[in-house]
């Protein structure tokens, strides 16, 4: 549980989901490893088109920590602080080939960010409008706001796999669990291709960002 117990004033820490589901945020696997994953619940923007170019992918990603924070400074206020969760992604497409082919004007993705089962959907609601509340008061545009809702996924069973280095350098690992990872365990590929960015490539050179890479999977 998050809580310091170091004396008589001890106080309970910030949860954080990558302490509180480190299998989920913190593999070491560098290898694609099965696991079973529980339900959870996040902020969620839906989009398509190229992540490096679309404006709506900028936006997608500025509402959902918008309003994540305000998630935060609501519930620290109430006594319950929280560590803001990694940006998260689902992303598909009608066509698969368009992945292997970095085709990334054709990519459809649903951005997420984590938040803990305490924090009700009626206080996201109420996090959305203050959100859009600060948003107009400092006359700042922010369409995106109006597309944050909630999403639960429930991916059961899957495999994972961290992998350091570029985004574009994910493609021999995907070939691989597709190619012979899955067909030797008897496995097939179901449900959403997702992501778990635990770097900012802002600040992190691309050779050293660290991304946890997921499929949920079925029996063949």
Partial sequence: MSEIVDGPDAVAAPYDVKRELRA?????????????????RFLAVDGHGDPNTSPAYTEAVEALYAVAYTVKFASKRNGRDLVVGPLEGLWYADDASVFSARDKDAWNWTMLISQPDWVSDAQIGEAIVAARAKA?????????LDLVRIEGLDEGLCVQVLHVGSYDDEAPALARLHGEVLPAAGLRERGRHHEVYLGDPRRVAPEKLKTVVRQPVSPA
């Fill in 24 to 40: 989920l945020y913190a593999p070491k696997n560098r290898d694609w490893e099965t696991l079973t994953v529980p339900p959870q």
């Fill in 136 to 144: 107009a008061a400092k006359k700042k545009a922010m369409p995106a």
